[in-house]
């Protein structure tokens, strides 16, 4: 049954621990390879934040990417199931003053 109604609490805090990578590789001054993760694992909990992406410095204030990042998420609670991924591909064209 998907009726009924959606309500909410307040008053509750809660701390959830995170793990994250950052790292990138230069090929050379014009190419580098830029991966990132971040995550969450407990036993109801599931969060993952995963990509890459290959940069392009064309100028001295100008590059552009192409890259693939991945969110999954799970929570298996007593009230509510929940579970979505995303699959992006992106490009990025980003200007330094």
């Given at each position: 049954d998907t009726t009924g109604t959606l309500s909410e609490s307040g008053g509750n805090f809660v701390v959830l621990p995170l793990a994250g990578i950052n790292a990138e590789y230069a090929f050379t001054n014009l190419l580098r390879l830029g991966i990132n993760a971040a995550?969450?694992?407990?036993s109801s909990d599931k969060?993952?934040?995963a990509g890459a992406a290959i940069w392009f410095?064309?100028?001295r204030h100008w590059e552009a990417a192409v890259g693939y990042q991945f969110y999954?998420?799970?929570i298996d609670t007593e009230e509510v199931f929940n579970r979505m991924n995303y699959d992006i591909v992106y490009l990025a064209v980003a200007h330094t003053f």
């Open positions: 995550g969450i694992h407990l969060v993952l934040d410095h064309f100028d999954g998420q799970e």
